[in-house]
């Protein structure tokens, strides 16, 4: 039986280190990982290093784990090749090998030597794969654009309705006898809409667009549902205009024909009319002649009771129906005698808004549905006792009609130009001429039924100068007569677009034209 001499009898240093280099190896591996989880779905400003030291300590965890795995494992190496050598009878040339193989990957060649040392060629791999891990860990972190939605439950700003702002009120005093013990009752008069309101949806009308506002939060998006007004295009029988033949004195409905004297139609044709209508009569002109080549409507337009009389001249009032504009253009293609026209009655609606803000808390708000609950009841007087304040539901009905009286003066009018020539219904430019200076500056006039009114010139053999190319745009309207619009005309979203579905989105934008002043909105 040999004898074990001390000095080659198992040590406990050796094992001593690749245990602990490995243990704390993986303790390395962990707490990297660890780490870099922590640092997950993090915004980068909300960290507690910056991202530049953050990457260092990174960096610095591989780095150690790949000092102490390559510790463990040079330390496993060197055990087994001199368990190895001290069994086996090794060359000249395997013992270089085995020796130099984990300096030079050129030992590798001698696959003999290796094969028949799985153990050391594993151990030899493994040293030579240790340094990846100081080379993919780090790359892990990484910074990419990310939105984190937060949810909260918030009163959000509409507009409100039942608000002093919006329109001007005058009362009356009706009845009380202060002997008899009577209260003194009043009568709120709806007067017209303020100064401030006019202002505002005139811009927007102006603008074509609804001007941004400032919201709660940057970077938030919700929906809201509020009621508000709107109007409600419908057509019309073209009977309800025979009552303007007394107006204007002539054949209203029929067209000037040069050829046959004897016809009674008004020579100055009108192409558009608006007007609104006078408690119960759709039609409120009396008979009288045209007054400057115009249907009478300056003196009506004029006469504003300044004792707080509803001004039914611009809001359309009945007492059986909602207010209402009532909007007639003249057909462009034969027979030009047709006439469209609309019933633009308004309404209670549901309005479900988005709102979008940016960086900076500005949003334009976006009209995703209005939904049409009910017709408004013309009422333009509220009764209340002398010690009461008028009620919020006849402030808010106060409200509605000053939004419909701002969008009234917008249309309110008539239109009248020379006599067509031949083949052509287009009233030109040059000879128009509109009593509603208003309506021709909105994006209305770009609309399929009033965008011809914006002619320079058309195929009837006018000597007019020519349009200049860059700002006006040759337009095949009729399928035969060629005019010449203005290029922002034919560029606008509004361009071709029906009159009655134009004027129902001027009023809403004229609605969420509210959102960017304080003044008419609430919580």
């Known amino acids: 039986m040999r004898k074990h001499t001390t000095g080659r009898s198992v040590h406990w240093q050796a094992p001593t280190v690749i245990l602990l280099a490995f243990a704390v190896s993986l303790a390395l591996a962990i707490g990297h990982h660890l780490f870099y ?64 193989v984990l300096g030079s990957l050129v030992e590798f060649t001698n696959v003999r030597t290796f094969f028949s040392n799985p153990a050391l060629l594993a151990l030899a791999v493994l040293a030579w794969l240790v340094p990846l891990a100081s080379l993919l860990p780090p790359a892990t972190l990484s910074v990419l654009p990310s939105t984190i939605a937060n949810s909260t439950y918030e ?140 249907l009478p409507l300056d ?8 004792t707080g009389e509803p001004n039914a001249n611009y809001i359309g009032g009945s007492t059986d129906g909602p207010a209402a504009l009532l909007v007639a253009t003249r057909s462009q293609s034969p027979p030009y005698t047709d006439w469209n026209v609309l019933n633009c009655s308004m309404f209670n609606a549901t309005y479900v808004v988005n709102i979008s ?3 900076n808390s500005r949003s334009q708000p976006y009209l995703s549905d209005v939904r049409m609950e009910n017709s408004l009841a013309y009422s333009a007087q509220a009764k209340r006792y002398v010690d009461e304040d008028i009620s919020a539901a006849s402030l808010s009905i106060f409200s509605y009609l000053g939004m419909m009286e701002c969008l009234n003066r917008l249309l309110v009018g008539t239109m009248v130009g020379s006599s067509p020539i031949g083949n052509t219904s287009y009233w030109l430019q040059l000879g128009l001429r509109v009593q509603n200076p208003h309506l021709m500056s909105t994006l209305l ?79």
Not at 231 to 257: T, Y
Not at 264 to 270: A, W, Y
Not at 450 to 478: C, E, I, R
């Open 445 to 523: 006039a770009f609309t399929h039924e009033l965008s011809p009114f914006l002619a320079t010139s058309n195929s009837s053999g006018l000597m007019m100068p020519a349009p200049d190319p860059s700002q006006w745009v040759a337009v095949n309207k009729s399928g035969y007569n060629v005019i010449s619009l203005p290029e922002e005309a034919v560029s606008s979203p509004s361009f071709n677009q029906s009159l009655g579905s134009a004027i129902e989105e001027l009023f809403h934008n004229m609605t969420l034209s509210l959102f960017s002043d304080s003044r008419f909105i609430r919580d």
């Open 155 to 294: 009163r959000v700003p509409v507009p409100y309705f039942d608000n002093v702002g919006m329109t001007g009120t005058n009362y009356r005093v009706l009845a009380g006898d202060s002997i008899m013990g009577l209260k003194s009752s009043i009568v709120d008069m709806y007067l017209q809409p303020t100064l401030h309101l006019s202002r505002m949806v005139a811009t927007t009308a102006y603008r074509g667009t609804v001007p941004e506002h400032q919201t709660l939060h940057p970077n938030a998006t919700y929906e809201v549902e509020f009621n508000a007004p709107a109007v409600q295009c419908l057509p019309l029988s073209q009977d309800i205009l025979e009552p303007f033949n007394h107006a204007a004195g002539c054949n209203f409905l029929g067209m000037f024909d040069s050829t046959n004297p004897a016809n009674d139609s008004c020579e100055n044709q009108v192409p558009y009319v608006a007007w609104v209508p006078e408690y119960g009569a759709l039609v409120p002109f009396k008979n009288s002649n045209l007054s400057s080549q115009l």
């Open 37 to 100: 989880t922590s640092l997950d779905q993090i915004p980068v400003e909300n960290n507690v290093f910056s991202q530049q030291t953050n990457i260092a300590i990174g960096t610095g965890f591989a780095f150690l784990f790949r000092a102490c795995l390559a510790i463990a494992t040079c330390t496993a190496y060197w055990q087994v090749f001199w368990h190895t050598a001290l069994r086996k009878t090794l060359t000249v040339s395997s013992a270089d090998a085995l020796t130099g």
């Open 299 to 306: 003196s009506d337009l004029s006469d504003l009771d300044p």
């Open 357 to 359: 803000s940016d960086s």
